[in-house]
């Protein structure tokens, strides 16, 4: 049997990668004591890794696709294909930034005061790329990690993560400058996309995890409508096409069915109701393909 293999992100991203995998259709189960994963398709091999070390593998041909962040595809300089964007990370549907931070009390206040100046990060290349473009000359060090602590104490400044900041501020740091926003990728080897079923296998993978983003953005609603008011309660409605209308048994009376943006059900609801509509019925959506 032909398969495809992919490799999925270890860490930060791996609860919301998997999560989203399983909206999408696929149920994928991890073994703690292992980086190899079971999914319930014959046709998948999947593995964890590093997001760090991911482009590298996939342009090495190690793997024919996998998720890895745009920070990482640049910081490697990976010559592979990114078949699509998903925005979403550990605890939201967001991008994080990619931000040179240095303590409240630097006297760093600028690009330009960086000159001369240490900066530790697990990004080097994406950060001397930056440095280079804005002329300015700094020692760029390698962080093995726990990189906010250095700030100040070994480093002038920092190149982190950051998802909401919250953690540079609890260790007394500001943002300098946001080098880039960073969201996941799926990305492929370019030599097994040449392969008409892994590209459409690839492809198809694509299609249903961008499905099941989307769905965690929107809703369902389904109620009863009087034909006197369904004009201005279709009105009222931002379907993503023209909601559905179905004819109840009762006449005169009318079955609507829409999809909706989540975050307008809590105000639409209670407009709906006061135009007459009726068994109003918020649902959630595990997928939706346009």
């Known amino acids: 049997m032909k398969k495809v293999k992919i490799v999925l992100p270890k860490g930060s991203l791996q609860e919301s990668t998997i999560s989203l995998f399983s909206r999408a259709g696929f149920e994928i189960k991890v073994d703690s004591?292992?980086?190899?994963?079971s999914v319930d398709d014959p046709e998948i091999e999947a593995v964890l890794l590093r997001p760090q070390e991911i482009p590298r593998y996939i342009e090495m041909g190690a793997f024919d696709a996998g998720i890895s962040g745009k920070d990482w595809i640049l910081e490697n300089k990976a010559k592979v294909v990114e078949?699509?964007?998903?925005?979403?990370?550990?605890?939201?549907?967001?991008?994080?930034?990619?931000v040179i931070a240095v303590p409240q009390d630097s006297p760093i206040k600028d690009i330009k005061d960086l000159e001369g100046k240490i900066i530790a990060t697990e990004l080097v290349n994406l950060?001397?790329?930056?440095?280079?473009?804005?002329?300015?000359?700094?020692?760029?060090?390698?962080?093995?990690?726990?990189?906010?602590?250095?700030?100040?104490?070994?480093?002038?400044?920092?190149?982190?993560?950051?998802?909401t900041?919250?953690?540079?501020?609890?260790?007394?740091?500001?943002i300098l400058k946001v080098i880039m926003e960073s969201?996941?990728?799926?990305?492929?080897?370019?030599?097994s996309l040449c392969d008409k079923w892994k590209r459409e296998?690839?492809?198809?993978?694509?299609?249903?995890?961008?499905?099941?983003?989307?769905g965690m953005t929107k809703v369902g609603l389904k109620m009863n409508v009087e034909k006197k008011n369904i004009d201005k309660i279709v009105k009222i409605l931002p379907a993503m096409k023209k909601p559905t209308i179905s004819p109840l048994t009762e006449e005169?009376?009318?079955a609507l069915e829409t999809i909706i943006e989540k975050s307008q059900a809590k105000k639409l609801i209670?407009?709906?109701k006061k135009l007459g509509a009726e068994g109003i019925v918020e649902y959630p959506l595990n997928k939706v393909i346009y």
Request: aromatic content about 10%.
């Open 270 to 272: 209670p407009e709906l």
């Open 83 to 98: 078949i699509c964007e998903f925005k979403y990370a550990k605890t939201g549907l967001r991008p994080v930034k990619i």
């Open 201 to 214: 296998k690839i492809e198809n993978i694509a299609m249903l995890l961008n499905g099941a983003l989307i």
């Open 183 to 191: 969201t996941p990728r799926l990305i492929a080897n370019k030599k």
């Open 127 to 163: 950060t001397k790329d930056f440095l280079k473009k804005h002329n300015v000359k700094a020692k760029v060090e390698f962080s093995y990690g726990a990189t906010e602590i250095k700030a100040g104490n070994l480093v002038d400044a920092i190149v982190d993560i950051t998802e």
């Open 165 to 174: 900041g919250k953690t540079l501020s609890s260790h007394n740091l500001k």
């Open 33 to 37: 004591r292992s980086y190899y994963l």
């Open 252 to 254: 005169g009376w009318y």
